[in-house]
């Protein structure tokens, strides 16, 4: 997603860059890229969705909670909670919660 030029946010850029896509698909066993751009299946018959489709979605997603974090400082409040549903694998979840944790502590 970095190297594919695909993120512009360098906050995000630099989370990511801590993330192993292969923690969130580990039963691909070693003879499988796990960094190519396209979907994995996992259990239960879902996906993990390709790369790019991840990198614009947390990009789209960190720029809304930017926005949410920017609106809540002006009116004097810090605390934001995030609900994830249906993540299926929770990489996204687990990027979204690393941004925040990285970068609004």
Do not use: W
């Not at 512009?8 to 890229?33: A, E, M, Q, V």
């Not at 996906?47 to 926005?67: P, Q, R």
């Amino acid at each position: 997603m970095v190297k594919g030029n695909i993120i512009h946010n360098s906050k995000l850029s630099n989370t990511l860059k801590k993330i192993d896509r292969k923690l969130f698909i580990p039963h691909l066993g070693s003879h499988k890229s796990y960094y190519e751009n396209k979907p994995y299946k996992i259990a239960g018959g879902q996906t993990m969705t390709d790369i790019f489709t991840h990198a614009v979605l947390l990009e789209d997603c960190c720029s809304k909670i930017e926005n949410i974090l920017e609106q809540k400082a002006n009116d004097g409040k810090n605390k934001l909670r995030v609900l994830d549903v249906g993540t299926g694998h929770g990489y996204l979840a687990y990027a979204i919660s690393a941004y925040l944790t990285q970068h609004h502590k």
